[in-house]
């Protein structure tokens, strides 16, 4: 059995050692286009892409990827699967079939295995069974790198509802605001304006 890794060492290892991801989360977002609105909606947006059932599933697995825990909050309250559901009715199409087919296997090992029509109505410990089994799997690692990008991505591109991704790694946006530091401002700095 693999040593369980805990939430920080899995983020640090996801994002910062997988070079083949950082490259995959950059074309996602470069690809993506924006939301036309950044503020985050209060009730439940739909979905252009996917169907109820498969965002479902597809959000279960994404807050099993990144779970909600002390640390703070997981891919479902960050909204992740607006970010899936934006790019894969975007800029990465060709993602959905694997999607839809690693979904309905793993809906199917789900009733095999428990007798649950749906990989999302089984509980947490479950699902982590289910998916340690695939998780060398073409569609787990689609899944496990839209999850990565669904949370640290612009707000505007669907995920990251309330900034959490950005919270969860002590991100502050508020450098956004402030003016741009060079040669030009130099005296700017100096004088503390």
Known sequence: ??????????????????????????????????????ETPEAPLAFSTLQAHEAAGLESIAGRILPEDESGPGAIKGGVI???????????????????????????????AHGSASFALLESAKQDELLRAIEQTTFFDTMRML????????????????????????????????PPFGHYDADYIARGE
């Not at 074309?27 to 609105?37: E, Y």
């Not at 949370?151 to 402030?178: C, K, S, T």
């Open 147 to 178: 999850t990565l990008a669904g949370m640290f991505a612009l707000p505007e591109y669907g995920g990251n509802r309330d900034h959490a991704g950005w919270q969860l790694i002590g991100f502050g946006h508020h450098q956004v605001w402030q």
């Open 82 to 112: 607006y970010f899936i559901d934006k790019v894969l009715g975007s800029s990465r199409q060709e993602w959905l079939g694997l999607l839809r087919e690693g979904l309905l296997e793993l809906d199917a090992q789900a009733m095999s």
């Open 1 to 38: 059995m693999l040593p369980s890794l805990d939430r920080r060492r899995f983020l640090l290892h996801s994002v910062f050692v997988s070079t083949q991801y950082s490259l995959l989360i950059s074309t996602a977002l470069a690809l993506a286009t924006p939301m036309a609105s950044a």
